[in-house]
Each structure stands twice: as structure tokens, then as C-alpha cells.
């Protein structure tokens, strides 16, 4: 049964830093092209960064230049560093396989840009 858990989310002023991390068992995270995505409400989740290989990445427009995505596969885990935050980057974030499996959505982490 794959389990993702996510942490590190927050309060942070505009302009702040944040580390996200995915905590994953049942899957090896090497093994698959995961990524981070993120919700707000009465929205759909969308895409904000994805990592294959450890070193093969995409981010979306909208986070290009701030966010970076990494892995360590030793600890089978994915991180999203947050920087330059925005009041739009306020949202939950989840981390999952990409495309995503249903049945690993996992409770997210908030996010939340505010002065």
C-alpha cells in the first residue's frame, strides 16, 4: 500500500521560504516520476513541479524560478523548496506520482501567503 505524507507547510509573509516534504513507503520514489501538487478551494488540484530520475525536471509557469523539486532516494523522499512566496501560492499541497494515483492522495500540507 503506497503512503505519501506531507509536512513542512505554513504561515510565511510574502516573500518568505518554505521546505515541503513527501515521507513515501510502498513505492520507491527512484522508481517513478513524482511531483507536487497543490489545491485551493473550489478549484481542481494542478500540477506544480514534477522530478524523474532525480535530476529530471519540470516546474509550471507560474512557480518557474522560485520552487525547486528534489529527492533523496536513500530517505524515499520528495522535497519542494519554496521561495519568493506569493499570496497565489496559498493552497494545500500534495504530493503524488505523476499522472497521479487516486489511492495515495494524502492529507497535504497548507500552505498559507499572508502579511
Known amino acids: 500500500q503506497v503512503q505519501l505524507a506531507e509536512s513542512g507547510g505554513g504561515l510565511v509573509q510574502p516573500g518568505g521560504s518554505l521546505r515541503l516534504s513527501c515521507a513515501a513507503s510502498?513505492?520507491?520514489?527512484?522508481?517513478?516520476?513524482m511531483a507536487w501538487y497543490r489545491q485551493t478551494p473550489g478549484n481542481q488540484r494542478e500540477l506544480v513541479a514534477s522530478i524523474r530520475n532525480s535530476f529530471s525536471t519540470y516546474y509550471a509557469d507560474s512557480v518557474k524560478g522560485r520552487f525547486s523539486i528534489s529527492s533523496d532516494n536513500a530517505k524515499n523522499a520528495v522535497y519542494l523548496q519554496m521561495n519568493s512566496l506569493k499570496p497565489d501560492d496559498t493552497a494545500v499541497y500534495y504530493c503524488n506520482q505523476m499522472p497521479p494515483r487516486k489511492s495515495s492522495w494524502g492529507q497535504g500540507t497548507q500552505v498559507t501567503v499572508s502579511s
Open positions: 510502498g513505492i520507491a520514489v527512484s522508481m517513478y516520476t
